[in-house]
């Protein structure tokens, strides 16, 4: 048996699957092992180390079995793997700046190591799950959460840009003038670009820029009694109930996201647009709502691109180790080691 491993590092833990041949995950749900990355890259690789070997054990295959390994972790980073010199949240450690882990980890293990970082590898396996593992389609995708995550396939590979940044979609600016009912929003976003996506199609929009600018037009409402980031998490069970001055909230996000997949198409001229993430995690009734409100909010389309596919997917812990794996069987596939 020959497999691929998929290794995703967060802060805390680092999680792991397996990846066989036949493109079947060996692992379904968790498997993870203390990441230990604040005591630095010594420490946390072995801890890489140690738990792939407990993964592999975990199902009966070897490290001998293991021809190739996705890595990926939190950036930013370069394309190729090396973490900022300035450092990030998840790698405070003074050790960690400018750190090679890619090189380091296939170093360490004596496998050949790809890198994605964790918003591509969970686009790619957004991609995956809809085209599988031979695709040379292209797709976008956008996971809405805190910020915005998600990532461009081109042609079945991840755009992972000249300094690592490809697929920062979030802070793609949108014409966000053109929403209506928004007329003189200033949505500022924590890059500090205006009228972003982020800044309107995120949590973390929800609560600086949609919530203060919509509540006053709904005195009384229980959100206004609320201090603004728990009102924020509140807003999408409401809506879900259909809750007037929710679901104006998400039609806006739905339309920002509308402007956002018009560039989209105009650039890539893709096969699917892909949306996930906790925005989303709600009754399938108001998933197609949302879906339908996105498609509202593009302009007109060619016809030949009207009815381009939009997926939702299921956005959960495993993504990022399963994108990573994906990358790791590409690897293995070009590189003969299958
Ligand atoms: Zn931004």
Known sequence: MTVVAGVDLGGTAVNYTLLDQQERFLIEGLCEHPALAKQGPDVCLQQIADGLKFAAERIGVTLAEIVAVGLDTPGPASAAGRLSARGSTNFVHADWAGYDIRDELARKLGKPVCYLNDANAAALWGHYAIFGGNSRETSISIIIGTGNGGGIILDGNVVKGKNGFGGELGHVLIPHQSIVGIAGINPVCNCGRTGDL?????????????????????????????????????????????????????RVQAHALGLFFDEMVNTFDPDALIVGGGAIEASPEFQQWFLREVRAGMPPQREEQADIPMHIIANGDTAGARGAAIEAFKLARDGGLF
Not at 209 to 236: S, T
């Open 198 to 250: 982020e800044s309107l199609c995120s949590l973390t929009g929800i609560e600086r820029n949609i919530l203060p600018f919509l509540l006053p037009r709904y005195p009384g409402h229980e959100l206004g009694k609320k201090e603004l980031h728990q009102a924020a998490k509140q807003v999408r069970g409401l809506a879900d109930k259909g809750d007037a001055l929710s679901k104006e909230v998400f």
